[in-house]
C-alpha cells in the first residue's frame, strides 16, 4: 500500500513557522461537470520544490519541508476567463467552492489566477461535450516508476529525485495520446489522476506530468494526516470515493482506467466496473507483482495489449 503516515513518523526534519513569511497558494487543478464546477486549494508558506537539477540531499530537505508545512488561514482570490471568487481558507489552509451551476466558458484548459500567488501553474477544465471518452489513472508504478512494493524504494523516488529526474514508466504518455485522439476535442479531453500520494506533492507531480508530456489532467491526491491513520481499508475507500465523483461529474463520458497490480487497483476497478458497467470504456493493469496468487479480475487486460493494438 502506498502507505504515507508511517514515512513521515520516519522523518526527524521539521518546520518552524512564525506567521511572517509570505505565503503561496497550491492550487488544485479543477472542473466542471454536469452539475456544476469545483475549485479548491490549500494555502501555505512559502516552500519551493527542489529544482531539476537538486542533488539527492537538496531534494529530501525540500520535499520534506513541503510534507510538514502547516496550512494558514488568510483570504483566497481566484480568477479563470474574466471570473472572480474570494474565501477564507480553514486554519489547515484549505479552501474548497462547489457549485451546482456551470459557467459560460469555452471547452478547454483555462489557467487559474490566485492571490496568493499560484505555487504552480494550475488549470480549469471545461469539457468538449462532443468527447465521447476519458482517462481516469493511477500514477505511483502506473505512469511513475515509484517502487511501491518496497517502503525504502518508494521513500527514496519521492522525497530525494527532482521531478524532472523521475523514472517514467516507458511508452504510457503517448498511449494515453492516442487513447484521447478519439474525441472529436482532444485537447478538451477529461483526464484525471488519481493517487494516494501526499497533496503536498501537488507541485512535484504536476512538473513530472508536464516534463514527461502526459495529457494535462486534473491531479487528484490524498490528504494526508495522522488522524486518519491511512490504513489499506482508508486507500480504497479514498479511491473509490474519488473516482465516483469524477463518474457522477461526466455521465456521458466512458472512461480508460489505468492501474497497477501493486497494491489494489484491480479491486477498485473491479469495484467500479460493477456499480458503473456502462461508463468503463476499458480497465488496463500494469503488471509488476511478483506473487503467483495475485487475482486477475474478469474484463481487466494487460496494458502492454493496448500498447500493442495501437502500434
Request: no cysteine; aromatic share 8%; net charge negative.
Amino acid at each position: 500500500m502506498k502507505t504515507w503516515l508511517p514515512i513521515l513518523i520516519m522523518m526527524t526534519a521539521t518546520v518552524t513557522l512564525n506567521g511572517e513569511e509570505p505565503l503561496q497558494n497550491i492550487v488544485d487543478d479543477a472542473w466542471q461537470g454536469a452539475n456544476g464546477y469545483h475549485f479548491s486549494g490549500r494555502l501555505t508558506e512559502i516552500r519551493p520544490a527542489p529544482g531539476k537539477d537538486s542533488g539527492r540531499l537538496a531534494a529530501l530537505y525540500r520535499n520534506t519541508r513541503m510534507l510538514l508545512t502547516s496550512g494558514e488561514e488568510g483570504v483566497v482570490t481566484w480568477h479563470v476567463a474574466g471570473n472572480e471568487w474570494s474565501l477564507r481558507a480553514d486554519d489547515h489552509g484549505y479552501w474548497e467552492l462547489a457549485a451546482n451551476q456551470t459557467l459560460a466558458i469555452a471547452p478547454g484548459w483555462h489557467d487559474i489566477e490566485t492571490e496568493p500567488a499560484a505555487s504552480s501553474r494550475a488549470g480549469f477544465i471545461v469539457p468538449d461535450l462532443r468527447n465521447t471518452v476519458g482517462i481516469i489513472s493511477d500514477i505511483d508504478d502506473t505512469i511513475l516508476v515509484s517502487g511501491v512494493l518496497s517502503k525504502r524504494s518508494l521513500l527514496r523516488n519521492s522525497l530525494t529525485v527532482p521531478a524532472e529526474q523521475r523514472d517514467v514508466v516507458p511508452g504510457m504518455a503517448a498511449l494515453y495520446g492516442r487513447v484521447l485522439k478519439g474525441n472529436l476535442a482532444p485537447e478538451a479531453s477529461v483526464v484525471f489522476y488519481v493517487s494516494s500520494s501526499p497533496r503536498q506533492l501537488t507541485d512535484n507531480l504536476r512538473r513530472f506530468l508536464q516534463v514527461n508530456e502526459f495529457p494535462r489532467g486534473v491531479l487528484q491526491l490524498k490528504e494526508i494526516a495522522s488522524e486518519n491513520g491511512d490504513s489499506l481499508r482508508e486507500h480504497e475507500a479514498y479511491k473509490l470515493r474519488r473516482i465516483e465523483t469524477i463518474l457522477g461529474a461526466f455521465p456521458k463520458l466512458r472512461f480508460h482506467f489505468f492501474g497497477d497490480d501493486a497494491e489494489r487497483d484491480p479491486e477498485i476497478y473491479a469495484e467500479v466496473q460493477k456499480k458503473y458497467p456502462a461508463q468503463v470504456a476499458g480497465i488496463w493493469i500494469r503488471r509488476i507483482n511478483p506473487e503467483a496468487q495475485r487475482p486477475i479480475f474478469a474484463g481487466q487486460k494487460d496494458v502492454r495489449e493496448l500498447m500493442e493494438a495501437a502500434k
